[in-house]
């Protein structure tokens, strides 16, 4: 199985630090649950449903870019899943530099064949182009994200998906647990039979 990972919010944890960022830039405007939320959405969505300046924007992404890589988690039992995989590629609009420095942290570098990040010449999600490049590369068999807006390229272009810590998004699995992704895994196998 070849799986195609969104990092923010899917492989790591990184919503609890963009959120408190967020949050001292609103100070008392907005609680950490409507920080939270707008986020999940994209940092664009949050910064225009907050009305937030371009400078307060700037401010705000110089600030994540600064945060350091020990900050952000990796969700548990998500390097199983990377092990089970005969490849892992990832399309993120994080900066490639930032994405490095943290899975190289957390010594899961090794596991991706590919990335596409941010600062490269694709259209942000949900236009397929990187998608659509990385299937041709690598066969991808499954790509697993926390928004629709992740899962949306997939569907487009035929390609199974896996909603992670979201039951709202069109997905044909459901996971919140990477614990539980045998099941998910042994359909994948079943079927190749």
């Known amino acids: 199985m070849n799986i195609l990972w969104d990092f923010d919010g899917t492989l790591f944890n990184t919503y609890p630090s963009y959120t408190k960022l967020l949050k001292e830039m609103l100070g008392d405007s907005a609680t950490e649950e409507e ?3 707008q986020l999940k959405v994209s940092f664009g969505h949050a910064f225009r449903f907050f009305k ?4 307060q924007s700037r401010k ?3 600030k994540v870019r600064g945060l350091k890589a020990e900050e952000f988690k990796p969700f548990p039992g998500v390097e199983e899943v990377l092990k ?3 490849k892992n590629v990832i399309m993120t609009h994080k ?3 930032d994405v490095w420095k943290v899975l190289q942290n ?3 570098d090794h596991y991706f064949a590919d990335i596409i990040a941010g600062d490269d010449d694709y259209p942000r999600k949900p236009d397929t182009s990187a998608y ?3 299937h041709r590369k690598h066969r991808i068999d499954l790509v697993i994200g926390d928004r629709d807006l992740d899962l949306q390229p997939a569907r487009e272009l035929g390609i199974g998906t896996c909603a992670f810590q979201n039951h709202e998004a069109e997905a044909n699995f459901y996971l919140d647990d990477y614990r539980d992704f045998d099941r998910i895994w042994k359909i994948f196998k079943e079927a190749e039979r």
Do not use: F, N, S, V
């Open 106 to 108: 957390h010594r899961l």
């Open 60 to 62: 705000m992404m110089q």
């Open 84 to 86: 089970l995989a005969e």
């Open 52 to 55: 937030m300046t371009e400078e």
């Open 35 to 37: 920080a939270l939320a």
């Open 132 to 134: 659509r490049h990385l």
């Open 95 to 97: 900066e490639r530099e």
